[in-house]
């Protein structure tokens, strides 16, 4: 996990210097939640700083599990109250919600608040079909 940010690090920095005047890249990291090369917090700290004139590049984490029951999943949390470390970690990285993507949270059915982060723990296939959808929605940030 870790290399894969410091190497997504590099592509996003030369997309926003190239499209300077566009929406953020948006990255999607579908993950088991475990980092078996070291801490990803740096690396995913300094590609969330990465940004364009319409704001920072966001960091979307989805922890997939099929051997949990979607009843406990955790989707769009606040906090990261009652994650195991793994699920504190994602929470940590994962960019809060853009505005256009809360009120579309919203109307798919999902309770989110300004301070959720678009961090989904636990998922099955229909929970990240869903994450994935409210993902790579176009939109502009400011």
Request: charged share 25%; aromatic share 10%.
């Amino acid at each position: 996990m870790r290399a894969a940010f410091e190497q997504v690090c590099h592509i996003a920095a030369r997309w926003c210097d190239q499209y300077s005047e566009s929406y953020p890249p948006t990255v999607i990291n579908i993950t088991d939640g475990e980092s078996t090369d070291g801490d990803p917090e740096g690396p995913a700290r300094i590609l969330r700083q990465i940004h364009t004139k319409d704001g920072e590049t966001l960091l979307f984490n989805l922890h997939v599990d099929d051997r949990q029951n979607e009843s406990r999943s955790v989707i769009f949390p606040a906090s990261p109250e009652g994650l195991n470390e793994y699920g504190s970690l994602l929470y940590r990285i994962s960019s809060p919600m853009p505005e256009h993507l809360v009120e579309a949270a919203r109307q798919e059915g999902f309770s989110v608040s300004r301070s959720s982060r678009f961090f989904a723990y636990g998922a099955g296939a229909d929970l990240a079909t869903r994450f994935l959808n409210l993902g790579s929605r176009p939109g502009k940030m400011l």
